[in-house]
C-alpha cells in the first residue's frame, strides 16, 4: 500500500487547514447556530462541493481526497457543530442529488449547494424510526404531476436554515424498503413547515429541528433516481456520511492531541513539567493511538471506495473508531487540562459535548458493529 500523499494532495490539505484558521480562530466563540457568512466561507474553500464535478461548481475529489479536506476542516475549525453542519450538507444531500438527480434538478440546485448560497438538510429520521427506518410513517402519494407527502421528520440536521430538503417517504407500504423513494423538496414549498431549532448538548451551531409534511406537493422530477429506489439512494449516502463526515472527527481528535502535548509541555506542578508524570503523558499516548488507528481505518475505507470496493466492513470500522475514538480522547483531553478542560472559556467541555453525538448519527456504535458482524458472516 502506499501511504504517502502527493504534493498536491499535501498542499491542499495545508492551504485549507491554514484557511479555515484563519475564518475561525481557535478560541473564538462559535455562533449558534452559524449564520450564512460562515456557509458562504465553506463553500469559497471547496468544501461544500468537493466530491461534486466542476461542471456543477465542486472541486471533482474521490473519497479520499475529499475525506481529506474534512480532516482538515475538522482540524482547523474549533467549531465542530459547524464541521458537522458542512458534512450532513454534503454527503447526506448533495451526494444523492449529484448521484441520482435529472440533469435539470441536478443543474438547479448543485451550484448553488457547493458554493454556500444554499443550505440543504436530510429529512429521514421519525419520531418512530431512528435507527430502524425501514418503515417510515411519511407517506408520498401519487397524484397528477407529482406526489403529496404527509408526515413529520425528526432532528433534521441544518432544518432551521435550510433552503431545500433530502427527504425521505414511503410510496408503497406494502414493499417494505423497496417501497422508499427519495425526493428534493424545496423548503418554501406549500405545506412545508420547519419546526424551532432544538436544545441539544453539543453540535450547538448546528441547528436541528423538525419538518413537517402537510399535503405537499412536489413535481415528479423532484425525484431522486426512481420511485422505489429511496432506500438505495440513502444507503449509497451513507456510505459517504460514515465515511468523510468522520473525518472531521479525526481532524477533531488531531487539534486535541496537538492542545494536550502543549499543555503538558508548558503546565508545571509540583516543580516539574505535566509531561514528565507518565499518567499525563501515557493519556496523551492513548488518544495519539485511537487518532491514528482512526485515520488508517478511515483512509483505507475510502480508498476502498474510490476502487469501486463494496467497503461496507471498512467503513463501519472507520466510523465506529473515529467516533469511539473521539468521545473517549475529548475526556482525556478534559482530564488532561484538569480544572481548566471543565470550564467552558478553554473550550475542552465543548469538544467533549460536541464529540458525545458522533456515536449516535450515521447509524450508531451498535449498529457499526452489527454492520460488521454481517460481513464476518456471525
Not at 482547523?76 to 454534503?90: K, P
Request: net charge negative.
Amino acid at each position: 500500500m502506499e501511504f504517502g500523499w502527493t504534493a498536491d494532495q499535501h498542499s491542499r490539505y495545508e492551504k485549507t487547514r491554514q484557511a479555515v484558521r484563519n475564518e475561525f480562530p481557535p478560541g473564538g466563540r462559535p455562533r449558534e447556530p452559524f449564520d450564512r457568512a460562515d456557509w458562504r466561507v465553506l463553500g469559497r474553500l471547496g468544501l461544500l462541493g468537493a466530491c461534486v464535478g466542476a461542471e456543477h461548481g465542486g472541486l471533482g475529489l474521490g473519497a479520499l481526497d475529499t475525506a481529506r479536506l474534512f480532516e482538515a476542516l475538522g482540524e482547523g475549525c474549533a467549531d465542530t457543530g459547524l464541521v458537522f453542519a458542512a458534512g450532513a450538507h454534503l454527503f447526506a444531500c448533495v451526494v444523492p442529488i449529484r448521484d441520482h438527480a435529472q440533469p435539470s434538478l441536478a443543474a438547479r440546485y448543485l451550484p448553488g449547494l457547493c458554493s454556500g448560497e444554499l443550505i440543504a438538510g436530510n429529512a429521514m429520521t421519525e419520531p418512530e424510526a431512528g435507527s430502524d427506518v425501514s418503515r417510515l410513517a411519511v407517506t408520498a402519494t401519487e397524484v397528477p404531476g407529482g406526489y403529496r407527502l404527509r408526515g413529520v421528520k425528526s432532528f433534521v440536521s441544518n432544518a432551521p436554515a435550510a433552503d431545500v430538503f433530502v427527504a425521505y417517504a414511503t410510496t408503497d407500504p406494502d414493499s417494505g424498503h423497496l417501497g422508499q423513494t427519495a425526493f428534493v423538496v424545496p423548503a418554501d414549498t406549500e405545506g412545508v413547515a420547519v419546526g424551532e431549532p432544538f436544545d441539544k448538548m453539543g453540535l450547538r451551531s448546528t441547528p436541528a429541528g423538525t419538518v413537517t409534511f402537510d399535503d405537499c406537493h412536489v413535481p415528479a422530477d423532484h425525484v431522486l433516481g426512481v420511485p422505489g429506489t429511496g432506500a438505495a439512494v440513502f444507503q449509497r449516502s451513507m456510505g459517504w456520511e460514515r465515511a468523510c463526515l468522520f473525518a472531521g472527527y479525526v481532524g477533531m481528535t488531531a487539534r486535541l492531541v496537538e492542545r494536550c502535548v502543549a499543555h503538558a509541555r508548558e503546565r508545571r506542578q509540583f516543580g516539574r513539567r505535566l509531561a514528565d508524570f507518565q499518567a499525563v503523558s501515557h493519556r496523551i499516548v492513548d488518544m495519539a493511538a485511537r487518532l491514528e488507528s482512526a485515520r488508517l481505518l478511515l483512509y483505507r475505507a475510502c480508498w476502498e471506495m474510490d476502487e469501486g470496493q463494496p467497503a461496507r466492513m471498512s467503513v463501519a470500522l472507520s466510523k465506529l473508531a473515529a467516533s469511539e475514538g473521539a468521545v473517549a480522547s475529548a475526556l482525556d483531553a478534559v482530564r488532561v487540562f484538569g480544572a481548566r478542560g471543565y470550564l467552558a472559556d478553554d473550550g475542552i467541555e465543548a469538544e467533549l459535548r460536541d464529540a458525545v453525538p458522533s456515536v449516535l448519527f450515521s447509524g450508531t456504535s451498535e449498529i457499526q458493529k452489527e454492520l460488521v458482524a454481517r460481513e464476518l458472516g456471525l
